[in-house]
Antibody, heavy 124, light 113 residues
Framework: QVQLVQSGAEVKKPGASVKVSCKAS????????MNWVRQAPGQGLEWMGI????????SYAQKFQGRVTMTRDTSTSTVYMELSSLRSEDTAVFYC?????????????????WGQGTLVTVSS | DIVMTQSPDSLAVSLGERATINCKSS????????????LAWYQQKPGQPPKLLIY???TRESGVPDRFSGSGSGTDFTLTISSLQAEDVAVYYC?????????FGQGTKLEIK
């Protein structure tokens, strides 16, 4: 069965960076795009960006451009999201979320599987 | 960016009654190439990640009870729970995947009256 298992909670100081991992299993890692979604405490969902695990190509939301880096390691079926220059407003739960398969034609770009979430707390 | 606006922000419905949540997009999310609306609905319970309920505006995800249904086209969409169960208490989000950045509605909190 498909599983996305994320790394544990982090506490960081303002100005620092955080790197969150998402290990995939139960499917062919390189065949499905992976996204990162942020959710501040008590708030809604915010898309951060997407990575193609096969090529490593990425696309980021303009809001996070310059501060976010998404990478992957095909040998371990793991994607990573690194966010730099952290500020208190970055305190949130970060989710990895997979796109479903794209057999042909228009690719469905909703999120069919989600990781359990990683809480990142930014505090001095 | 496409702005998604849900209504109401919160909703209290009696057990067994119908619950209706609306979602409006600032731009049509209808793909002319396949004549489908790029609109999904998710359910999120406290401490859990969102769970996919509906995609292409009206296709129910495998395993989702048939009391959940989605409708609408273009810019106006609805999620309906035909007979509310206690386990349906959650926050519900719509999401457009017509283009990036993918955007979500602000969420609708559903409670039992």
């Amino acid at each position: 069965q498909v599983q996305l298992v994320q790394s544990g909670a982090e506490v960081k100081k303002p100005g620092a960076s955080v790197k969150v991992s998402c290990k995939a299993s139960g499917y062919t890692f390189t065949s499905y795009y992976m996204n990162w979604v942020r959710q501040a405490p008590g708030q809604g969902l915010e898309w951060m960006g997407i990575i193609n695990p096969s090529s490593g190509s990425t696309s980021y939301a303009q809001k996070f451009q310059g501060r976010v880096t998404m990478t992957r390691d095909t040998s371990t079926s793991t994607v990573y999201m690194e966010l730099s220059s952290l500020r208190s407003e970055d305190t949130a739960v970060f989710y990895c979320a997979r796109h479903p398969p794209c057999p042909s034609g228009v690719c469905p770009e909703y999120f069919d599987y989600w990781g359990q979430g990683t809480l990142v707390t930014v505090s001095s | 960016d496409i702005v998604m606006t849900q209504s109401p922000d919160s909703l209290a419905v009696s057990l067994g009654e119908r619950a209706t949540i609306n979602c409006k997009s600032s731009h049509s999310v209808l793909y002319y190439s396949n004549n489908k609306n790029s609109l999904a609905w998710y359910q999120q319970k406290p401490g859990q990640p969102p769970k996919l309920l509906i995609y292409w505006a009206s296709t129910r995800e495998s395993g989702v009870p048939d009391r959940f249904s989605g409708s609408g086209s273009g810019t106006d969409f609805t999620l309906t729970i035909s007979s509310l169960q206690a386990e349906d208490v959650a926050v519900y989000y719509c999401q457009q995947y017509y283009n990036t950045p993918y955007t979500f509605g602000q969420g609708t909190k559903l409670e039992i009256k």
